[in-house]
């Protein structure tokens, strides 16, 4: 194809080979703990051979090469000549890191031959070259068995040719032992031969179409002439294509010849020297054509292909900026709404009332399903994790096993992105920090194996995010040793804090315990990082730890950013909003109900004390508070052990959905400031972080 064409399909290779690679990530996670499972060696080489395919079709040839070299050393694997190692999981994990940084500089205007990988050739091929003597070790036996396996002997042989590879002029080296592979895969491959008829006008729209035909049953190694000049029309009436398949031969053959304008396929089997007969070789010469209704039945591969190829056409790959501008413009119909709702409640036209309504469940309708198609699993982060313990556990010398759970729960696509680099981080302070060595932990009577859990559960309109380990846990001693040291507070003040006061300490900016800086902490750059992060994101941060058992990080995060339920209230002469996430409950709190406790106004709800503190005083609002008989309270839940606080207020407006609008820059830092919304008169209206308050 020409260049241009090539680009129009860029995005989608970009994401079918980021979905590939994290795939193979899994799967070598999962071959090296059952390196004898030939399943998952079968997966592997299943994915490498179709991201191979994918980068050959796109030109890519460094990362083909690449691929292919992998597929040597699985192939090995496969025929039970090779036993997988640790060693060579190590370097596949390598082809894998390389294979994404070559997909990374594709993604950024680049080439995959800007990412060195001959070493790593080389390392495949010497392991390729010398695969050690291991006829003690018990062979496993493979999927798809070679010479004498009953897939390649099924079909009684038609008496036809085969053709031998070494005698085929036009396939490069290369090409030759991607079709070794494949034949040593136990996939069939042919050489068809098609030519057109004379009368034929639109050789390049038939070349096509048999190109589309047999690329559905297989894969194309090679087209010749090229599929440039196919589509170019640079031939005369006759091409050859190469292609690997499970499918029979007559599967080709009889689809092709139901193109219309087809005067012949020539198929044969392409054979290596050496090598006992293939069972299947046809040739069909068709002096007649089948007619378009002839009954001829497809095989169940090609129908299974083809069912399958039916069902995926049923999903679409969604730019995230198109995501984001359409919840833009349903934001704008929120906001348009609740106009219209205050105009017609203010004219009291009671006509507008039933359309109005209909407009609201439709608007709402349109509203869930946007929030709906931009919520992704959280197994977008978490399926990073496994590879991150795996590679620092082993340059730690330690045995760290990783559960995760929840991994389908979902979050809006904007979270996910923002929350990647904080749950690395929290990963790597419980390796770090967290979990003793393998001796330690044994003396102090722990199993050897630590164990960190990363987990995540919807809670009410939220989602909770749990990293939790049964490490060592935080030494609260020392941290207020280094918190005096450093001047942070005084001796008499560490004297005073309560273990789960000192345990906030480590969230504090720059604070660290570590006596040396490494390549994974001591810098003092972190928790509070990640602290302000997931504030940042409308969420909260809560640290839980015991020291010798182990630490607890629990993160609530909203489901959406773009619009929630909130609550409006009256301070002075604004109008401001609180989400509804927040808040869990309002009262009318009596005059004379209301206590002085060490200058801190309380009063009782049920029983139980509650704190109150006026919302004009923290936001400084000017002016006084008019003295009320009863004062409207709105009770929120804050900080890392969900307690109660009451904030006075002049009056309540009432509930409303707000679209979130985000702050300018000089306004980002503004202490209990989250946003702003506009109203359905018009006016704007600041959203109140109630945590930061």
């Known amino acids: 194809m020409a260049e241009l064409d090539m680009n129009q399909y860029m995005g989608a290779f970009l994401d079918e080979a980021g979905d590939n690679l994290a795939h193979l990530n899994e799967l070598l996670l999962s071959a090296e703990q059952n390196q004898s499972d030939m399943n998952i060696i079968n997966e592997i080489f299943r994915v490498a051979h179709t991201f191979k395919g994918m980068s050959a079709t796109m030109g890519f040839q460094a990362m083909a090469t690449l691929t292919h070299s992998m597929e040597d050393l699985l192939g090995l694997v496969r025929s039970g000549t090779l036993l997988l190692t640790s060693d060579d999981v190590d370097v596949l994990f390598k082809c894998l890191d390389t294979l994404t940084a070559m997909v990374d500089a594709i993604r950024n205007g680049g080439g995959d031959q800007d990412v060195e990988s001959d070493e790593l050739i080389k390392v495949l091929h010497m392991r390729r070259d010398n695969p050690g003597v291991q006829e003690a070790a018990p062979k496993p036996a493979p999927a798809v068995k070679k010479a004498d396996s009953p897939v390649k002997t099924a079909t009684p042989k038609d008496g036809g040719d085969l053709t031998d590879l070494a005698d085929i ?5 290369q090409e030759k032992d991607w079709i070794t592979s494949a034949t040593g895969a136990g ?97 069909q010469n068709a002096p007649e054509k089948p007619k378009p209704k002839a009954d001829v039945a497809p095989q169940p591969a090609a129908a299974e292909h083809k069912a399958q190829h039916q069902v995926g056409s049923r999903t679409v790959r969604v730019d995230i900026g198109r995501l984001d501008k359409l919840m833009n413009l349903v934001g704008e119909l929120v906001i348009g709404r609740a106009r219209i709702e205050r105009l017609v409640q203010e004219s009291r036209l009671k006509a507008f009332q039933e359309p109005l309504s209909q407009l609201g469940r439709i608007s709402a309708d349109i509203q869930e399903l946007v929030t709906k198609l931009r919520m992704v699993p959280v197994s977008m982060v978490f399926d990073r994790l496994p590879r991150l313990v795996r590679d620092l556990s082993r340059q730690m010398s330690k045995d760290i096993q990783l559960v995760v759970e929840g991994a389908e729960t979902e979050l809006d696509r904007t979270v996910i992105d923002e929350i990647g680099d904080p749950m ?63 001047g942070i507070i005084t001796q008499e003040q560490a004297v005073s804090l309560s273990e789960s006061e000192a345990v906030q300490l ?19 750059v972190g928790t509070d990082a990640v602290k302000s992060k997931v504030e940042s994101l409308g969420g909260q941060f809560m640290m839980y730890s015991k020291f010798g058992a182990g630490t607890r990080v629990v993160i609530r995060l909203p489901l959406t950013l773009a619009i ?21 409950e309002t009262l009318l709190v009596h005059k004379k109900d209301i206590k002085f406790v060490h200058g801190t106004p309380v009063t009782t709800v049920r029983g139980e004390i509650l704190p109150l503190s006026d919302l004009s005083e923290i936001i400084n609002m000017p002016g006084e508070r008019p003295e009320n008989e009863e004062n409207p309270v709105v009770v929120v839940r804050v ?4 307690s109660r606080v009451g904030f006075l207020v002049d009056s309540f407006v009432g509930q409303q959905e707000i679209v979130i609008k985000p702050l300018g820059k000089l306004l980002l830092k503004v202490r209990g400031i989250a946003g702003a919304t506009i109203l359905g008169d018009g006016n704007v209206a600041l959203i109140l972080d109630a945590a930061s308050l």
Not at 169 to 173: G, N, Q
Not at 512 to 520: F, G, H, I, N, P
Not at 639 to 642: F, S
């Open 424 to 486: 690395v981080h929290l990963l790597r302070n419980s390796l770090d920090h967290g979990i003793e060595g393998p001796d330690e932990r044994e003396a102090n009577g722990k199993p050897r194996q630590g164990t960190i859990t990363v987990a995540a559960y919807q809670e009410g309109n939220g989602v909770i995010i749990e990293v939790r380990d049964d490490g060592a846990g935080i030494d609260t001693a020392r941290v207020k040793k280094k918190a005096v040291e450093r």
């Open 639 to 642: 900080g890392r052990d969900r």
């Open 564 to 584: 929630v339920l909130a609550l409006l209230i009256r301070v002075g002469d604004e109008t401001y909003a609180i989400s509804l996430e927040n808040v869990e």
């Open 187 to 283: 996939m069939l491959v042919y050489e068809l031969k098609v030519t057109l008829e004379e009368s034929c006008m639109l050789r390049a729209a038939r070349a096509y179409m048999v190109v589309t035909v047999v690329g559905d049953n297989g894969d194309i190694i090679k087209a010749e002439p090229s599929v440039e000049d196919l589509e170019k029309e640079a031939f005369e009436r006759s091409f050859t294509l190469y292609v690997a398949s499970s499918n029979p031969l007559k599967t080709f053959t009889s689809q092709i010849m139901k193109i219309g304008e087809i005067a012949e396929v020539k198929g044969t089997e392409v054979s290596q020297q050496n090598e006992a007969p293939k069972a299947e070789k046809a040739e």
């Open 169 to 173: 002029a036009d396939l490069t080296e």
């Open 506 to 524: 480590v969230m504090l900016p720059g604070f660290s315990t570590a006596d040396k800086v490494t390549d994974l902490s001591g810098r003092g």
